[in-house]
């Protein structure tokens, strides 16, 4: 007969690596199921190249994306200029690598701004019954409301008074990252907002009410960790808008002025040279593309890896 020892042994030997399943915390069995999905993977690799080269990239090719060389004005692809040269004689591939860099933090703060507001409004909303229906009237407002439009005129409004307030280049960035940050939150406080009425019901809240925990304490140790799945699949989604939205606006010549050339400036730039030099616009474009497609799969995997009856399987 084994004894009480043994047994316990055994029963332990069963979780080590030597005797079976291995014991996994929630972060590895999230990026198990993870790497389950290949778009995911592709995507999370391609990502990472594109902010790897949008970082890096003008360091190591060397050519100031600024400089102007009228003595060579949209020169064809050569070992000196990779991807030629624009009308005033300026690198493309360095000014595409430095636009990547713009576009690339609008997108993530933009998205940052809009996450915060639209999580923060779907909590409120969904804890608070007496503020859900007010909230949630304002965001069928904005989900109203024809969104292009909308930034066409806040741009044209607070243009001029932002680069008189904090200089043309942080004036502009903080505009167009507010103008998409707070058109862009309603999907993530609907989604929040019906996880967190779910979750109010749940026997861990509701035995938090009834030692008499603060509110404020549910929501933060309770409520916002359990609501992180949705909120992190809107912050890869929101990261795909948010670029879009600047490239659309730089394309219509109201988002960043030329000497800024982000990937929606530089194929703005770059309509009326097609025909002499049309890797202009088709760089920056399949960038642009790139990205929105590597964010929305790395968007597709995590929902996929942090589904628990997905994650269970």
Known sequence: ?????????????????????LH???????????????????????????????????MLYGIDPYA??????????????????DNLG?????????????SLAVGFAAMLFGLVLGAGIGIISGYFRKLDGPLM????????????PLLLVIIMLWREPLKAAFGEELGIFLLVVFVIGVTSWMQTARVVRGDVLSLKEEEFVLAANSIGTRRRNVIMRHILPNTMSPIMV???LGVAVAIITE?????LGLGFPASFPTWGRLLFDGTNYLQISPLRSIVPGILISLTVMSVNYIGDGLRDAIDPRLRSR
């Open 90 to 102: 300026r690198d493309v591939l360095a000014r595409v690598l430095v636009g990547g860099r713009i």
């Open 68 to 85: 102007v060389d009228t003595s060579i004005t949209n020169a064809p692809p050569s070992p000196d200029h990779v991807l030629g040269t």
């Open 247 to 251: 490239s659309a606006l730089s394309f």
């Open 234 to 236: 809107s912050a890869a």
């Open 137 to 148: 009237r304002v965001t069928d407002l904005f989900l109203a409301l024809p969104i292009l």
């Open 24 to 58: 996994r915390s929630l972060r590895q069995d999230v990026w198990r199921q993870f790497k389950k999905h290949k778009g995911a993977v592709v995507g999370l690799v391609l990502l990472g190249l594109i902010v790897f080269a949008t970082i890096f990239g003008p």
């Open 1 to 21: 007969m084994a004894t009480t020892h043994e047994r316990i042994e055994e029963a332990t030997s069963l979780l080590t690596p030597g005797g079976g399943e």
